[in-house]
């Protein structure tokens, strides 16, 4: 396998990138370029998004961008768009009741305005990741007021600076029981299902300029699962959308899974023009793969993990909807993948990216997915904003 030493910094890690190490890389990582005469140039996949209207991204850990030149100078050459990983959840962004702490979302904000990078917001109302002192201390009476000023103090620290905002996170879990499929939140239980009416006018009060996103995981197989979520999902779309709410794109988080023996297919393309009905765009804000179940090895195991990113961004980016495209992080390191992993095997494998920064298959795949699709339409604020 092609491996390239690790540059040590940042002038190291631009010569690396030049087209000859890229090409060389694609001719020994992409299965069927070997046939070929001569392997193609390596284009970043921001810049081949930006004649087709898509923009694409990465999840970013602002430790990395600050002490690592290789993180850093990837991020510079591929991104058009990006969101913190963490740092404005509420836990890291406001840990005690009169304390916000601003240092690394503004360290994240400052590297994207420099490099003409799109920052996203991520999340206002999750169900994970509260800080203690909100969980022991709001009540019923007191939530509102609590999550309005936490939305106005974060938003609008970034007024007119966000391409936009996951206001919800996660809202639906049908197995929870609840009235239209949502979820058992600390924000449902506070204030029942008005907490999305709330959070999306606060959100828009303090930032009117950013497109308003609910994000959500579990909508992209056409399996036993996820068309049930797919229908209570557009439900709440819909009835956010005839009460005034601003909102203006869905979140799919695409966390994909290779060796399930799932699908994708005329249920997904169904949904997204449901979707497109409602005048809504759709982000895919986590994409990234799960890997433990395959079987493969070798040439066959990478072929099997394009195989799948081709027939998901095919659809996706067929619908001329999806302007957005961002994995959940940067370059692979074995991690957890999905929502709601909490254990077991972690992923080997899950990004387009090795740790040299170096393209691998999946990468080349997705490129050649951003080139033939057709142009996505710009986001647009609908009238109800």
Request: charged share 20%.
């Amino acid at each position: 396998m092609f491996r390239q030493a690790v540059p040590r910094n940042r002038r190291q890690f631009l010569k690396y990138c030049s087209a000859g190490a890229l090409t060389l890389a694609a001719a020994t990582q992409f299965p069927g370029l070997l046939a070929q005469e001569s392997a193609p140039e390596w284009v970043s996949l921001g810049a081949l998004g930006k004649p087709r209207g898509v923009s694409f991204g990465f999840a970013l850990n602002p430790l990395l961008i600050e002490t690592n030149a290789a993180y850093a100078g990837l991020v510079a050459r591929e991104c058009t768009i990006a969101v913190p990983e963490n740092v404005l959840k509420w836990a890291h962004v406001h840990p005690q009741p009169e304390t916000y702490s601003f240092g690394r979302p503004d360290l994240l904000l400052a590297f994207t305005q420099k490099h003409g990078i799109r920052f996203r917001g991520h999340n206002f109302c999750w169900h994970l990741d509260l800080p203690g002192w909100l969980t022991r201390t709001a009540t019923k009476d007191s939530s509102e007021s609590i999550l309005r000023d936490h939305i106005s103090t974060v938003a609008g620290r970034y007024k007119g600076r966000m391409h936009s905002w996951d206001v919800v996170n996660e809202g639906v879990q049908l197995r929870d029981g609840l009235p239209d499929g949502l979820r058992n939140s600390f924000w449902y239980r506070m204030l029942g299902p008005r907490y999305f009416d709330i959070a999306y006018d606060a959100a828009h009060r303090a930032d009117p300029a950013a497109l308003l996103t609910y994000n959500d995981f579990g909508l992209e197989y056409d399996n036993l699962a996820d068309p049930a979520k797919r229908t209570a999902v557009l439900a709440l779309l819909s009835s956010m959308i005839k009460r005034g709410v601003p909102i203006h794109a869905l979140g799919m988080q695409s966390h994909l899974r290779a060796g399930s023996g799932e699908k994708f297919g005329p249920g997904l393309q169904t949904f997204l023009k449901q979707v497109r009905d409602l005048g809504l765009q759709v982000f895919i804000t986590e994409m990234d793969m799960d890997d433990h179940r395959l079987k493969l090895e070798g040439p066959a195991r990478e072929q099997a993990i394009v195989d799948i990113y081709k027939r998901y961004l095919e659809i996706m980016l067929d619908s001329g909807d999806v302007p957005v495209v961002i994995t959940w992080g940067v370059w692979d390191t074995p991690h957890f993948t999905g929502a709601e992993a909490a254990g077991g095997p972690v992923s080997e494998h899950p990004l387009l990216f090795r740790e040299d920064g170096s393209p691998k298959a999946e990468a080349f795949a997705v490129a050649e997915c951003i080139r033939q699709a057709r142009p996505q339409l710009t986001p647009q604020q609908p009238a109800n904003a």
